[in-house]
């Protein structure tokens, strides 16, 4: 069962340009969280923004979250070679307490 | 730990045997889950555990697959006579509380069925 859907699936853009990830999802959640995964292994959480929340930054990420829509944005600025690897979004399902994931986006950025 | 331990960190079996893999979560962390992934795709949710609730299996494939956490902290997945099918990195994960929090990941186990 999945929940989200991340959109595009692959993007490539050159260093220094920014990268926009986008995220649908299905039920109503308490809040969405955004991970990094490099080399197919273990993922790594980047930023969690609530259902009350509209925009939230960390550092070079932004993230917004339109639940009226039931979407939610990655922006990542100033890309860096090292920014390289699949992003995927996540949401608590419905309120059931699971954490549940979206298929990813696969960001290259060409040097 | 400091972090969450999987182990084996790779594992060829061949069709038809079966193969237990293990997670040691963050300590103190009531929540853990384990997700499957295939070359390339998403996470595919397994199986969840919180405290002593009954665990949510509504993401376990077939009867073949089983897990339990003992204790409120090791857990193992078990996949019986496993098929070409189950080849997969299986990812285990876990947090200090239900699904609205941050979940630390394991390296995963990368499972090759010959």
């Known amino acids: 069962s999945q929940q989200g859907e991340e959109d595009p699936q692959a993007l490539s853009i050159q260093e220094g340009e920014n990268a926009t990830m986008n995220c649908s999802y299905k039920?109503?959640?308490?809040?969405l969280q955004w991970y990094r995964q490099n080399s197919g292994r273990g993922l790594v959480h980047l930023i969690l923004?609530?259902?009350?929340?509209r925009e939230k930054h960390s550092g070079r990420l932004r993230v917004t979250l339109d639940t009226s829509k039931k979407s939610s944005s990655l922006l990542i600025t100033a890309s860096r070679a090292a920014d390289t690897a699949s992003y995927f979004c996540a949401t608590d399902w419905g309120g059931a307490q699971k954490l549940v994931f979206g298929q990813g986006t696969r960001l290259t950025i060409n040097p | 730990g400091a972090g969450v331990s999987q182990s084996p960190s790779n594992k060829v079996t061949e069709k038809g045997k079966d193969v237990e893999l293990r997670c040691d979560p963050i300590?103190?962390?009531?929540?853990l889950y384990w997700y499957r992934q295939s070359l390339g795709q998403g996470l595919e949710f397994l199986i969840y555990?919180?405290?002593?609730?009954?665990?949510?299996k509504s993401g376990l494939p077939s009867d073949r697959f089983s897990a339990e956490r003992t204790g409120g902290s090791v857990s193992t997945l078990t996949i019986q006579r496993t098929q070409q099918e189950d080849s997969a990195v299986y990812l285990c994960?876990?947090?200090?509380?239900?699904?609205?929090?941050?979940?630390?990941f394991g390296q995963g186990t990368r499972l090759t069925v010959v």
């Open positions: 994960a876990s947090s200090a509380a239900p699904g609205g929090t941050e979940a630390f």
């Open positions: 923004i609530r259902s009350n929340e």
């Open positions: 555990f919180q405290g002593n609730s009954a665990p949510d």
């Open positions: 039920t109503s959640i308490n809040n």
């Open positions: 300590s103190g962390h009531t929540a």
